[in-house]
Nanobody, 127 residues
Framework: QVQLVESGGGTAQAGGSLRLSCAASVRTFSFYAVSWFRQAPGEERKFVAAISRSGLRTYYADSVKGRFTISRDNAKNTVYLQMNTLKPEDTALYYC????????????????????WGQGTQVTVSS
């Protein structure tokens, strides 16, 4: 398993921006596909965005498409989630997850596909 640490959460006003980071401890991070999920109180964990191990392919939930951007810097073992035009409904605990991928273009978006998870970072958007 990979140790993952999220950071960058906080409080923002509606329309504002935040950038989350997910730092991994593994030296072979470039072999891992990474995704972001979020969980609001009383709700199930939901997929947000995914990126392939190469960074060339990304995939987004409809609810964040056009507002959020996932990217990665394999030299820094870090994946980012740039969140713009934030809405109150984006309020949640955000988790990153990583899974070894045998394909440079593969990404995953089911929580059950991931063995490694971070502890989460809270994002709160006020109206």
């Amino acid at each position: 398993q990979v140790q993952l640490v999220e950071s960058g959460g906080g409080t923002a006003q509606a329309g504002g921006s935040l950038r989350l980071s997910c730092a991994a401890s593994v030296r072979t991070f470039s072999f891992y596909a990474v995704s972001w999920f979020r969980q609001a109180p009383g709700e199930e964990r939901k997929f947000v965005a995914a990126i392939s191990r190469s960074g060339l392919r990304t995939y987004y939930a409809d609810s964040v498409k056009g507002r959020f951007t996932i990217s990665r810097d394999n030299a820094k073992n870090t994946v980012y989630l740039q969140m713009n035009t934030l809405k109150p409904e984006d309020t949640a605990l955000y988790y990153c997850a990583a899974e070894f991928s045998d394909s440079s273009g593969r990404y995953y978006y089911f929580a059950a596909d991931f063995a490694s998870w971070g502890q989460g970072t809270q994002v709160t958007v006020s109206s």
